[in-house]
């Protein structure tokens, strides 16, 4: 479990050579596309979280500071789940004035009930197109 949610620990992921890069791409783009919307530097308002194989729904809610698994998991309510291939991401609205990314390791380590979340929106309905 990776948690950014300053710009300082952002910037400190996007140099970390041991982190994944598709998933330091993925923030790297990210970050770009909530500067460029906003014509500013990341805010403080923004919240990054890396669920990795092996995370608990523990774990991952008490990062997060609110279910989205587990026996506690609320209704989804995210904004988009997009794939990207080894990673998902799952976009919040804002809570409390923060707006939380989710990027989810797609394996089968993966915490079960986040795992499926995620493929059950990307995944064919068995008719050929895409949820």
Not at 7 to 16: C, E, S
Request: hydrophobic share 40%.
């Amino acid at each position: 479990m990776l948690a950014l949610a300053s710009p300082a620990a952002v910037a400190k992921a996007l140099n970390d050579p041991d982190l994944d890069p598709d998933l330091r791409d993925l923030i790297a783009r990210r970050v770009w596309q909530l500067c460029a919307e906003q014509n500013a530097e990341l805010a403080e308002a923004i919240n990054f979280v890396v669920i990795e194989g092996g995370d608990t729904p523990e774990v991952i809610n008490d990062a997060l500071g609110f279910a989205i698994t587990g026996q506690h998991a609320e209704e989804p309510c995210y904004d988009a789940i997009e794939d990207h291939g080894l990673w998902f991401e799952i976009s919040y609205p804002p809570r409390d004035g923060v707006r939380t990314f989710v990027f989810v390791s797609n394996t089968p380590a993966t915490e079960m009930g986040i795992h499926y979340l995620c493929l059950s929106r990307v995944w064919s309905d068995g008719e050929g197109s895409r949820q």
